[in-house]
Every structure is written in structure tokens, then in C-alpha cells.
């Protein structure tokens, strides 16, 4: 299924073992030794395929599938066309990412760099790593083992990565430390100075920036996304959180972990967000606000107060989400009464 | 007028021959044979120039320009001043493009691949194709005629890429297959991972991301915008599309031909984009949505549900028009009698 | 406290030294003497730190904190704690930026081009000035005295930047004339073509962009933002306007003097920005608008109108921003009297 210019696959594995890795349970025992050899969307999986349903939406076309294998919630079973193997799971999409991951291992690092790459003399490249084209390694830079440095990528002087990091193509980075496993997309910004200067009546006083960017474990940052270092203190972004395209996190602010920040939204300087919050995408926070665990905010959001823990908040300026659907009903009711 | 350290202007043209080039028509015959010699804007234009007129807010100006020529809708002629001879267009923007593009045609491609380029060794470079500084083309890359590779870009292994196609300095590519006369800006991001991951009581959980980005012919993608690659179908811009710059489009997503998606604006994964649509600045689509052919997406909106084909949509949640305005006339209102 | 691989400090000062550099006053002289080595946060300086308090809402910390000096307005002298030396300021955050940056002066470039640099013939590099490992300098580029230019930037042909200017990693730029003092910041794009074609029932014809950009002194551009080139006319970026990160400026937009355009803001084509006025984060302004001087632009908001000198406005229609929050206490105070 997957383009083999730019994937191979693995396998093929019999259902018992795909049960086995994900966590699944075979709803009818006699499959087990069914052969899969791929994994493939609904609507073009096939008999070797396996798939999977995890958005109510996709119902009918689950019904409808040729897919000799799928990972659905029990509730959908009676949905299956004939003849499909079931693994039935309570977290079929994770029970799917799973399975498509054995399928799809990542190919390890090819452990070389490149002769146009720029490594300085004193910098510590760990066992294993690849490192691209053109890519600069800075004065004192230390990497870990099995990185990744893209093709055309720069790490700043002193910089620190841990194990088995990827860092992209065109990325560069600067004063900061980066942990293990975590993956820096093309194009990202990590450890510039924040936007810090004093407005007055004189004018602008630049403030030098003396922080530094802390990415823990795990993290994920997207294309092109901006992390400013601290003005003093240090912007930490906390283990396991996943960081999407274009987002902006200015100086000083916290993330905590297995936060999820998606595209385009944007944290303003000295901000803190507890764990497991999530941003949707394009909203923003105000500075120096404190976002509770678990918060939710919605897309295209503009935050200006602090969040409680496990809040969801929508609008501009944000509200509890229930309060803003309220104003917004009353609105509608009122200009159509207007219209009568 | 153009600064010739970074143009080059060619002609000069005489009249007719702009009107056959721009298909518009000389309101008066005898002034076919007037030489003109560059482009310019209504207010620095001299008699050697030819201008245009496009949007009504600058009557003012082309009423007092010395522009001696000008590219025109017939309801404006009499407003033109003495001695200016006018071009008739009922598109006169596209006529002026097209004036404009005669005195300023781009330069083709030095054929050239520069010495510090790392070229894979086997990798196909097309006839004419001019290869930047520190530009990186990966294994088994395919380049079509007549490219442009800019400095330090970097085109990863096995993406394709049509004809007489610019990739911009510091762009990167990967997983994707580019067309022909696409233009891809600096620092744009096409193929990397999408944001594809299953959340659950066990943290997440990533899911391979096996789908390619495929770019139709005479695509634009503005400057440090970021293409997603597909999960496992493809991302697909449709040909002739416009985007500008720093716009996420996420993965799976599906943007048909001709649509328009203006700087800042994001759609979320797996949603569809009919042709012609138009989305303004800053506006965003949230995911699994269908958004109709023509429709036109306000700025600064956010739209949480389908777009019907040719409807128009502001605020957010997104609605009609009509609506978003009444809603907002009766708000003004009840606050004015409030007020009383 | 700055970290010592990134950063390295200067001094120590004395507090005579401290107030004469910063123009603050020292609350008592006979502390005139008192040794300074560092600058340091509130909650965490020790007895030879200076920090400072410009929020109130951080008026605790202050009172509680125990650095030897800080700079503070005379109203929080009373909050004190026993022993620390005041050193008083009515602008107390522009007191502590010259501070610091007496601990922290900006290193000067090393006076050295990489030999893995690409720097053209016929370019001309002012004295001083810091070439990075892979950056490239086009075809009659003209840099000042002490410019730096980051790792793999791309300087376009005829390119021309003042004295002391940086531009950082990855960036790229083309088209444009840049001043002296600016600082350019990694990933920046500036002087790429404008989203220029013309629209008509014939498909889109692209218009030549023939202008360039002009940035003035003391400008700072931020981590990928965009700057596109004029259509003719020049986009201009008045002298001392701050850019943050993210920021979007189409072709033809004339940004003033002293300006701050926060994270993730975007100025469409041909609108004008009065001096001093300030876009926050994510806010946008249409296209071929006039907005005042001093005016101020809300998070988030969608501006559509001319805003005059010195206006506030927010929301999307933006609105003066009394006028907005009056429209939403009605809608609150209506939804509430609903709910009754």
C-alpha cells in the first residue's frame, strides 16, 4: 500500500502476533493464523490488508469494506461485513498505531556524516548518529547516540541532544537542551532570543535573553515552529508533549508534559500550562496567564485569564465553552426575533 | 522603475502591440504606434509608462496620474486624464499581469549546478536545471526540465518533481511528488510526518504516517508554509492553486484546483477543499470537514462544520455571511439601547 | 546564573557603576559601594544579584526575594525586604535591560568567513564581518562593517544590508536593502515575490512583483517570519520596529517607525501602519487599510476598517475596544437573564 520508494514494509504477520503487539483480542479464535501483510485504509484495504474504524463517521464505509482485517470497538462489531477478521479494542486507533508500526519500524539511523557536513573540532557526536549534508555542528556540541541531523540543519554552539533525536532538514537550534527521542521537524527554531525589550517613553531597550530552551523527552516540535529561549529563566517544554506546525512559544514559558499544542497556536511569553493540556489549533494564550492540567482550548481561541484544571474554554476572550455556546444561542434567537 | 540591480526590463513595446498581448482595446486608434517603456504604479508613472486602474479607491489617483498609458475598465474612461491613453479591459488587473509580464519576462535558469551542491549519484537532473549553493538532492530525486534549486534547499530521497519547477533557498522537501511549473517558496516544509498520533490512558501513542504529498501542476506555496504528509492516503493540492505564506495544511487534506489559501490560514487534517474555494487570512478549518466548490472562507474565521458549494462563511464557529452580520447588527443594537 | 557555556558575564559592578548606567537612583547612597556580580529573577537572586520588579502582580515575589539590589518604581519602595538596595526607577524594566546587558554585553563578531561559505566574486564584505559554515552570498551583495551572517543563510544577488547587522541561521533573503543594527533572526524570509495575480474568469494570471523590501535601522525581524517584496512599490519596514516570531507582512504594506507587530500577526498587501502603533499576537489587518499612528491592535483581533491615531480596537470585525467589551457584557447579561 505504502509507496515502497519511501516506505518498506515489514511482516507479513499472522493475526495471533498482531493481537499479541496491540493489545487487541481476535473476536473469532479460528482467525489467528490469518495472514496480513499490510496495513491499508477503509476504503482500499483488502483482503491481506488491515484496518481499522475509530470515528463513528467512518461507520458505513467500515460496513462496506474489503479489508480482511480491522481493529474496531466492540460496539461496531455487528457492522462487519463477512468474512473481515476482528481485533477488537477499546483504543482501536491506538491498537492500530501499534500494529502499523510493526508493519512500518522506523529504519534506524545510517551511521555517517556526511563529508560537506561542518562538525566542530572540540563538538561530541554520539555512536551511531547520521548527519546530513550540510549540516553544522557547532563549538562544544555534544549529541547523543543514533541521532539524526538533517541535511542543511544547524546546532548552535554548546548545544546538548540526548539519544536517538531527530532533528530536520533546515532546523536550526541554539542554546538549549535537547532530550532523548525527541523528533525536531524541517524548519524549526529553537533556542533565538525571546521579543524581550523595554518600551518607553525613550524608545526600545533590548533586554538580553539568558535562558535557555529545556525540550524533554519524547517531545515532538513541528515544521517550522519558533521556541524562544528565557529571558532568565528557562521555556521548558515538558516530556512527551506533541508540538504541531507553526506554533509559537515565546520566552519563559513552561509546558508541561503530554501536552498537545496543534498547528499555528501560540503561547506568549511567561505563560505556564499543566499536563495533558491541549491547544487546538490557531488559539492563542496571553502572557503570564496559568493553564490547568487537562485544559482544553478550543480552535481559534484567544485566552487572556488563567484556565482551571480540566476546563475547556472557547472564544475570544475565552470562556468556559458552555457559557459561549449559551451567548452564542442567545444571539441567534435574538436577531431572529429581530427578523420577524 | 523597477530597480535593475534585480530587473531587467524588456521592449519597449508600442501599443499595439500591448493591446494584442493583453487583449485589451485602444479607446483611441491613433495612438497605436506610442512607444511604451515600462510598467509603473498610477502615482510615479510618466508618459513613458504604462499604468492601470483595478480598484475604485484609487480613481482619485488615476484621474490625476501622468501616466501615458493605462490599462482601464471602460467605466472609468472619462475620469482619465488628458493626453493618457487608455487600454480597455474588462479585466484590466489580468491585462496589466499580462503588460507587465511582457517588460519583465522571468529569466530562465542558469543551467548550472553549483560546485558546493550534494548531489546523490543517482539522481536525475532534467535538462537546464540550476542547481543552488549547498542545495541537497537525495537519492533516486528526479528533476524535470529547466528547475530551479535554490541555495541550501534540500529535495529528499525519491521525490519527483516535473518541469520548469522553482523550489525556493532553505525549502526542504521529502515523501512528495511535485508538478510541473510549480513554485515553491523559501523555507517552505512538504512531506514531513503528519501530526498523527493515538491519545489514550496510556499516553501516546505515534502512528506511521504513510501517505506522500502530490502537488498538481502550476501550484504556488508560499513562503515557510508547512504540506503534511498523508497518514496513509495522500495530501493533494490540486493544480493551479495559490498559497501563500505560513499556511499549515495538514494531513490528508485535499485542496482542489484553483483554490485560493491566503497567508496564515490552516486546515486541519483530512478535510476536503473543493475547487475555487477561497480561504482568507488567518481563517482556519478544522478537520474531516467538506468544504464546497467557490466557497469563500472569511479571514480570521473558524469553521467547525461543512461548507455548501459557492456559500460564504465568517466568524467562529463559522457561519453565513448574512447571518454573522445580522447577529452582529443586533449585538450593536441591544448595547446601544442598553446604553440609553 | 546565565549559563556559562552560553553566556559569559561581565562586571562586577557597584551600584554607583549600576545607577550611573541605567540612570536609576540609588534609594540609599551609602549602598553606593555594594558590589553586584550578576543580574538573577526575583525568586531566585541571592545577596550579590541584581533583579527587578515591573508587574505588580509579581509584588510578592519582590517582597519576599533576596537579591542584594533591585530596580524598582519608588511607589514599591515600602514593600521592600530588610537590606536590599533600591535602585529606583520610573521605568524600572528599561533600567534593568541596561543593566543587563553591562553583565551581558553582545559578543562582536569573529572577523572570519568559513571556508565552506559560498561568497561571490563580486560580492563586497565590510570589514569585520562573521561568515557561518555553508552560508551564501550572491552575485554583487554588499554587506557593512561587522555584519554576521548565520550558518546556511542565503543572501540573494545585490542583496545590500548596513553595518552590524545579523542575520541568522537559515535565513533568507533577496530583493531587499537592509540597515544597519538590524537583526534578523533564524529562518526569516524576506523579499520573496508578494501574493500577486490576478483573479478572473480565465484562471489566475501571476503579476510581476517588481518591487523590493527596505528595512530600515534597528529593525529586529523574528524566527521565520515572512517579508514579501513589494509589487512595484517597495514594502518598507520603518526604522526600530520590533517583529516577533511568525509574522506575516504581504507586498506593498509600509510599516512605520518604532512599531511592535507581536507573534504570529499578518499585515495583508498594501495597508499602512502609522508609527508606534502595536499588533499583538495573532491579530490581522485586511488589506489597503490605513492604520493610525500609536494605534493598538488587541490579540487576536480581525482588523477591516481604517483605525485613526492612537485607536484601540478589538474583536473580529475589530471595534473600538470599549465598544467591543460593552457588546459582550450585553450578550453575557442577556444570556444570563435567558437562563433565569
Given at each position: 500500500m505504502a509507496d515502497n520508494r519511501f516506505f518498506s514494509v515489514s511482516g507479513p504477520f499472522d493475526l495471533a502476533e498482531l493481537a499479541r503487539r496491540t493489545g487487541a483480542t481476535l473476536s473469532d479464535p479460528s482467525c489467528a493464523g490469518r495472514r496480513v501483510r499490510d496495513v491499508a485504509p477503509l476504503d482500499s484495504a483488502g483482503p491481506e490488508d488491515l484496518s481499522f474504524?475509530?470515528?463513528?463517521?467512518?461507520?458505513?464505509?467500515?460496513?462496506a469494506s474489503g479489508a480482511g482485517a480491522c481493529v474496531v470497538a466492540p460496539e461496531f462489531m455487528d457492522r462487519a461485513p463477512a468474512g473481515m477478521a476482528l481485533l477488537l479494542s477499546d483504543e482501536p486507533y491506538r491498537a492500530y498505531a501499534l500494529a502499523a508500526r510493526a508493519f512500518y519500524p522506523e529504519p534506524p539511523p545510517v551511521p555517517i556524516s556526511h563529508p560537506s557536513a561542518v562538525i566542530a573540532a572540540n563538538a561530541v557526536i554520539g555512536a551511531g548518529c547520521e548527519?546530513?549534508?550540510?549540516a553544522v555542528i557547532g563549538a562544544g556540541a555534544l549529541l547523543g547516540a543514533r541521532c539524526r541531523v538533517g541535511a542543511n540543519a544547524v546546532v548552535g554552539d554548546f548545544v546538548?541532544?540526548?539519544?536517538?533525536?531527530?532533528?530536520?532538514?533546515?532546523?536550526?537550534?541554539?542554546?538549549c537542551f535537547i532530550g532523548s527521542r525527541v523528533v525536531i521537524y524541517p524548519g524549526a527554531r529553537i533556542g533565538q532570543p525571546g521579543f524581550g525589550f523595554a518600551m518607553s517613553k525613550r524608545g526600545f531597550t533590548k533586554v538580553p535573553q539568558l535562558g535557555r530552551v529545556i525540550v524533554e523527552d519524547d517531545v515532538e516540535i513541528g515544521a517550522n515552529s519558533t521556541i524562544d529561549r528565557g529571558s532568565g529563566p528557562d521555556t521548558v517544554i515538558g516530556a512527551g508533549t506533541m508540538i504541531d506546525n507553526l506554533v509559537q512559544i515565546g520566552h519563559n514559558v513552561r509546558v508541561g508534559k503530554y501536552c498537545v499544542l496543534v498547528a499555528q497556536s501560540g503561547v506568549s511569553g511567561s505563560t505556564q500550562i499543566g499536563d495533558g493540556a491541549v491547544l487546538a489549533g490557531q488559539s492563542g494564550l496571553a502572557g503570564h496567564l496559568t493553564i490547568g492540567k487537562g485544559a482544553r482550548i478550543a480552535g481559534h481561541s484567544g485566552v487572556m485569564r488563567d484556565v482551571a484544571d480540566g476546563a475547556t474554554v472557547m472564544g475570544c476572550p475565552a470562556m468556559p465553552i458552555k457559557q459561549f455556546f449559551r451567548g452564542y444561542a442567545t444571539l441567534q434567537r435574538l436577531t431572529e426575533e429581530k427578523g420577524k
Open positions: 474504524l475509530d470515528n463513528r463517521r467512518y461507520a458505513d464505509v467500515f460496513a548527519i546530513g549534508a550540510g546538548t541532544v540526548g539519544d536517538d533525536t531527530t532533528i530536520g532538514p533546515n532546523a536550526s537550534l541554539s542554546h
